[in-house]
């Protein structure tokens, strides 16, 4: 076995070859048959370095890894029961939260109510009052009445909420989306009542189809198109 100090110059020797190599790439120029040929054995030269590094570090990437593992694994084994609480009573507590709030807004919109019911019945009797004065031709009396009608206004009883937070909690409402119909969608993007950034191209699947068929077929806004890439052995 390597010891550490023979694992760190052989790593040396490669960073120096590397960066000898990425230096001589960027020079390379291909302007003959012969140019071409050179490329090739250059390439297969690179390919053989990058197999040393990976032999080099495949020991020491193993190692680390193992460690660090064992490290997630004891980790995880800790924190996901704490995590599960957290979630638990964090599911318990906003049900009552919710509870709360809409007890309070059930109590606010009767408040409303009440509210609303004592102008009108104020409104009723001023003008009960002023249809009196009218019919004993008191006038002015009427429409002081009714100018007092339209002045009425009885504020809602205030409602104290139930629920108030704990220190250091904050509750955020979080709105989200589901798609309910997929097609519906597309046509609502097509025809405008969308953006279209509520879609994403499957390019997986979009990839999958240009290997299978390559240019055979045509899809309106798909263009199939192909790279030339090179193998050396």
Do not use: C
């Amino acid at each position: 076995m390597e010891t550490m100090t023979e694992i760190k110059n052989e790593i040396a020797v490669i960073e120096n070859e590397a960066n000898l190599v990425l230096i001589k790439a960027k020079s390379f120029t291909i302007e003959t048959q012969q140019d071409y040929d050179m490329a090739a054995v250059f390439i297969r030269g690179v390919k053989g370095l990058q197999k040393k590094v990976e032999e080099t570090f495949k020991p020491i990437v193993s190692k680390a890894h193992a460690a660090w593992k064992e490290a997630k694994d004891q980790e995880n084994k800790h924190i996901k029961p704490l995590q599960e609480a957290e979630e638990i009573v964090k599911k318990v507590s906003i049900s009552w939260y919710e509870e709360q709030e809409r007890i309070r807004i059930d109590q606010e919109r009767k408040a409303r109510e009440e509210a609303v019911a004592a102008e009108n019945k104020r409104k009723a009797e001023l003008e009960r009052q002023a249809a009196n004065h009218e019919a004993k031709g008191n006038t002015e009396k009427a429409e002081e009445r009714r100018a007092q009608a339209e002045q009425v206004y009885v504020a809602p009883v205030p409602v104290t909420a139930t629920a108030v937070k704990a220190e250091g909690q904050s509750i955020k409402e979080n709105w989200k989306a589901e798609v309910t119909d997929l097609m519906a969608l597309v046509k609502a993007v097509a025809q405008g009542r969308a953006p279209i950034k509520f879609l994403q191209a499957d390019m997986v699947a979009i990839n999958k189809q240009a290997r299978a068929t390559k240019n055979s077929m045509n899809f309106d806004g798909v263009k199939f198109y192909s790279e030339n890439n090179m193998a050396v052995r």
